[in-house]
Nanobody, 128 residues
Framework: QAKLVESGGGPVVAGDSLRLSCVAA????????MGWFRQAPGKEREFVAA????????HYADSVKGRFTISRDSAKNAVYLQMNNLRAEDTAVYYC?????????????????????WGQGTQVTVSS
């Protein structure tokens, strides 16, 4: 049974950093494009970052560009989101996701319905 499990979230103050981890179990995800999304209370789940299966291509939401970095370790079947200079508006539940389509397009990877597998999320709370 394939699944994704996020970890690394927690409470921080503005300006701090966190690294979120997403570990895949049940099957290898190294051949899949990976994404990070987040959802704040009362808002829809929104795109944060995406990484191609090869690890050579990335795409970021404008709101996190220059502050967040997505990466993967295929040997560990894991994907990471390094978050620097966190702001209060970054507060949300963060989810990792995997796409089996093999398609890489910047307008495609930002869509929630692109992704087949989702984790249960990890809470990030940034206080001012």
């Amino acid at each position: 049974q394939a699944k994704l499990v996020e970890s690394g979230g927690g409470p921080v103050v503005a300006g701090d950093s966190l690294r979120l981890s997403c570990v895949a179990a049940g099957r290898a995800f190294n051949s899949m494009n990976m994404g990070w999304f987040r959802q704040a209370p009362g808002k829809e789940r929104e795109f944060v970052a995406a990484l191609s299966w090869s690890g050579s291509m990335t795409h970021y939401a404008d709101s996190v560009k220059g502050r967040f970095t997505i990466s993967r370790d295929s040997a560990k079947n894991a994907v990471y989101l390094q978050m620097n200079n966190l702001r209060a508006e970054d507060t949300a539940v963060y989810y990792c996701a995997a796409d089996t389509s093999g398609i890489w397009d910047t307008e495609y990877v930002v869509e929630r319905l692109t992704y087949k597998y989702w984790g249960q999320g990890t809470q990030v709370t940034v206080s001012s």
